[in-house]
């Protein structure tokens, strides 16, 4: 097994673990959640992943960028919520059952609708696509859905163990995911550097700017639901974007980076917004302090 071959194990496991922790804590009608709020639901696939596509679509036609940055922003607008979002999304003031639901409607939603964007894409800008259905089928199910509710069924039948070991599983995973990713960052560090000139941060700090906007804008009158979906729109699954990116364009190695660090540079841009939302739930729910 290669190096390569090595982390990428590392970060599908890390993702894997830290999604079965949060199942530990969850409920079948947390995952529920958004298709029995049709309204919401409806908000929110627009938000993530038809608005943020045409947000990608446009910085590309709009700037002369590098091809593995026009191909990450896709990818990433057309993918799920990232596994480490809910956590940030929950100390945030976001609801729990509303971060979950999403989680799970977003990662479903995305095996129908990767396959037709990519499609749509590959017509729009004459480029050979594949429509990868398979392979973001088993990317969602292995890295969302199965270990999701695993820990959901554990948490049914045995919630003394889910609350003794949710805490320790999901520290493990987070660990486990800096320890794969930050190797690849520094490898990957020559070139990301040829890409600084070519605006490569500019365009994911913009994504990430736009992303949390729009989310806000469209999460509705609750503040904590505009809090979810602010966070959740600007950031994206990894794994699924990676996933589509190594499918058809296989010799831009450069992509797997650029989606890397957007999770860094995501999570930094989101900082100052998490404060914000953080102290305004604080205030509307002082009980909660």
């Known amino acids: 097994m290669t190096l390569a071959q ?29 298709f029995r709020r049709p309204s919401l639901f409806v908000r929110s696939i627009l ?53 979950i639901g999403l989680l799970v409607a977003t990662a479903l939603v995305s095996i129908v609708l990767v396959p037709l ?11 050979e696509m594949h429509e990868p259905e398979s392979a973001i089928a088993s990317v969602v199910l292995i890295s969302i859905i199965i270990p999701l509710v695993a820990g959901v069924i554990v948490r049914h039948f045995a919630p003394d163990l889910a609350n003794r070991t949710e805490r320790l599983i999901s520290r493990f995973a987070t660990l486990l995911l800096i320890v794969a990713v930050v190797p690849v960052l520094f490898i990957a560090w020559h070139a990301i550097w040829a890409l600084i000139g070519n605006g490569i941060v500019i365009m994911l700090v913009l994504f990430t700017l736009i992303g949390v906007a729009l989310g806000h804008f469209l999460g509705g009158p609750d503040p904590d639901d505009r ?4 966070l959740a729109t600007g950031t994206r699954h990894p794994g699924v974007a990676i996933a589509i990116a190594s499918l058809n364009f296989p010799d831009e190695k450069a992509v797997m980076a650029v989606v890397l660090y957007h999770l860094a540079i995501g999570a930094i841009v989101s900082i100052p917004y998490v404060r914000w939302r953080t102290r305004i739930h604080a205030t509307l729910h002082p009980e909660m302090k």
């Open 117 to 127: 964007a990519i499609s749509l894409l590959g017509s729009s800008f004459n480029i």
């Open 227 to 230: 809090t979810v979906l602010a």
């Open 6 to 34: 090595i982390i990428g194990f590392a970060i599908n496991a890390s993702m894997f673990l830290i999604v079965f922790a949060l199942g530990l804590r969850a409920t079948f009608d947390d995952m529920t959640y958004l």
């Open 47 to 99: 938000s993530m992943n038809i608005f943020m596509l045409a947000v990608a679509v446009l910085l590309s036609l709009l700037f002369n960028l590098h091809p593995a940055i026009k191909i990450a922003l896709v990818t990433l607008a057309i993918s799920p919520v990232p596994p480490v979002l809910p956590g940030k999304q929950e100390k945030a003031g976001g609801s729990a059952s509303y971060t």
